[in-house]
T-cell receptor, first 116, second 113 residues
Framework: AQKVTQAQTEISVVEKEDVTLDCVYE???????LFWYKQPPSGELVFLIR??????QNEISGRYSWNFQKSTSSFNFTITASQVVDSAVYFC?????????????FGSGTRLLVRP | EPEVTQTPSHQVTQMGQEVILRCVPI?????FYWYRQILGQKVEFLVS????????KSEIFDDQFSVERPDGSNFTLKIRSTKLEDSAMYFC???????????FGPGTRLTVL
């Protein structure tokens, strides 16, 4: 069965530190999609990135970078030089091509607190 | 920039009452979803909707729940007889194609007393 595990429940860092949020997934499908969403204190879910299973190239967007490794079924998210505004709950999610609805299966989230 | 909208932002109701949560997905999107998030927990899939019919529903989506796309722009979630455990944040989402990212609305916080 498909599953997303975010083992880090809460991380606290001081501003300007780098921080990596871990995501491990399980799927029997060969075609699947991985996502990261940010949920700031205001509660909305903000899309950050989508990766498909055929594209293992790492991605960098400003201070954000993502490391996708199929060999370890991981899709980790690194924030470089963290800022207070990065404080939020971050969710990793999976959808599968064999699933006709392409619903998102979310991990339990990692709460990131960036202290000034 | 187009966005998903939801109304109301907060709904308080008595147990046993019917509620309708409304969503306006992004206009050129074809796939629609409802998720819910009980306070402090993860986001859970409720139902997906494509081509004017439900494509999948979760175990949570029992006979008390229904969805409709009445007019080509709105997408509604109805709970016929609310229970205390229905208290949660309900998110609507839409995507352009099945493989695209889903964009979420701001959510409706439902409180059942």
């Amino acid at each position: 069965a498909q599953k997303v595990t975010q083992a880090q429940t809460e991380i606290s860092v001081v501003e300007k530190e780098d921080v990596t949020l871990d995501c491990v997934y399980e799927t029997r499908d060969t075609t699947y999609y991985l996502f990261w969403y940010k949920q700031p204190p205001s509660g909305e879910l903000v899309f950050l990135i989508r990766r498909n299973s055929f594209d293992e190239q790492n991605e960098i967007s400003g201070r954000y970078s993502w490391n996708f490794q199929k060999s370890t079924s991981s899709f980790n998210f690194t924030i470089t030089a963290s800022q207070v505004v990065d404080s939020a709950v971050y969710f990793c999610a999976l959808s599968e091509a064999m699933d006709s609805s392409y619903k998102l299966i979310f991990g339990s989230g990692t709460r990131l607190l960036v202290r000034p | 920039e187009p966005e998903v909208t939801q109304t109301p932002s907060h709904q308080v109701t008595q147990m046993g009452q019917e509620v309708i949560l409304r969503c306006v997905p992004i206009s050129n999107h074809l796939y629609f979803y409802w998720y819910r998030q009980i306070l402090g927990q993860k986001v859970e899939f409720l139902v997906s909707f494509y081509n004017n019919e439900i494509s999948e529903k979760s175990e949570i989506f029992d006979d008390q729940f229904s969805v409709e796309r009445p007019d080509g722009s709105n997408f509604t979630l109805k709970i016929r007889s609310t229970k205390l455990e229905d208290s949660a944040m309900y998110f609507c989402a839409s995507s352009e194609e099945y493989y695209n990212e889903q964009f979420f609305g701001p959510g409706t916080r439902l409180t059942v007393l």
